[in-house]
């Protein structure tokens, strides 16, 4: 009888084992995309002389102008202030997660590329202009333009000048071993014009020797021009010509030998220029990581990608340099625009993407 039982038990298991259902295999998880970063094969994070350097002293050391509104200048409180200040400060936000932490010295203009060169400075940041000669000869790199720029002149309204072209035989005041020096020279030989060249040291004295009437014209930069007219004893009584006689893209330097260094530099400036693409700024830019959804923006801000390490930065460094100094249309105008004695326009210093299209433009953070 037992045996009987155990052969239908065994009957009826080996039936339900052919009839049951197989369970359904589950189907693979379709493949994430690939999220590029710091751990992505084929990308690694690389190191800076430079970057230790400023950690191990716990401060960026930058060169600044001497004094020029709006891109450097001690306020009432002596401290520095400008355009050239601030890039200086986005870096220092993003290497040390602090604007302040920066050492600023004055740098003459008759020895701009000495202190960068000896290693006195870690950046320079006096409105340069990027020439093929100082690019290619002085052991120096120019990582990104900050400002687009060009030589002009600025003359007394009373003069009743509409052109430079009108110059001729003029009095011209000119910052000695300077590309305004050269490029006058240039200017005026083309057009087969002559003219006398009043050579000045700074800046300053080419102002002080233009209001006392020592020279018809001043010429620099256009930015220049329209600082010193800011601080002019009738600023209203002089104009800057609409000439423009050369193209002037300034921005910081660094030594070529610490090519990381010039890129945490570049990114610096990028994130800023992103971080105005992108409709951020410093007063929302903390509200904005909390709720922002867009991939770029999230990338940009260390939510997402893990990129900042393949520059040995933190995750967070951009988030931190606009939510400090602040993103780049803040800078323009709080230092050179509507917001300053200068009331430079945007002109070519607009993004690529304005109704007005300019050259400010930024590669992707990806």
Known sequence: MIRRLLAVAAVGTFLAGCGAPKPAEKEPAPAQPAKV????PGYHAAKSATLEAVRRRGRVACG???GLPG???KDARGEWRGFDVDICRAVAAATLGDANKVDFTPIPNNDRFGPLQSGRVDILSRNTSETFARDAGLGLTFPVTTYY?????LVAKALGLSSAEELSGARICVQDATASAGNVEDYFRVRGMTFQPLLVRSEAEARKKFEA???DAFTSDVSALAAARSVLGAPGAYVILPDVISKEPLGPV?????????DIVRWSVYAMILGEELGLSSRTVEQARETVADPEARRLLGLEGDLGPLLGLKADWAYQVIRQV???HELFRKDLGADSALQL????????????PGLMYAPPMR
């Open 213 to 215: 009437g020592e020279c």
């Open 71 to 73: 891109f450097a200048l």
């Open 326 to 328: 602040g993103a780049y």
């Open 254 to 262: 660094v030594r070529q030998n610490d090519p990381v260094w010039a």
């Open 37 to 40: 970063g710091a751990t992505q």
């Open 64 to 66: 600044i102008h001497p």
């Open 345 to 356: 326009d945007r002109g070519l210093n607009a993004l690529w993407s304005a109704p007005r």
């Open 149 to 153: 720029d060009g030589q002009g002149f």
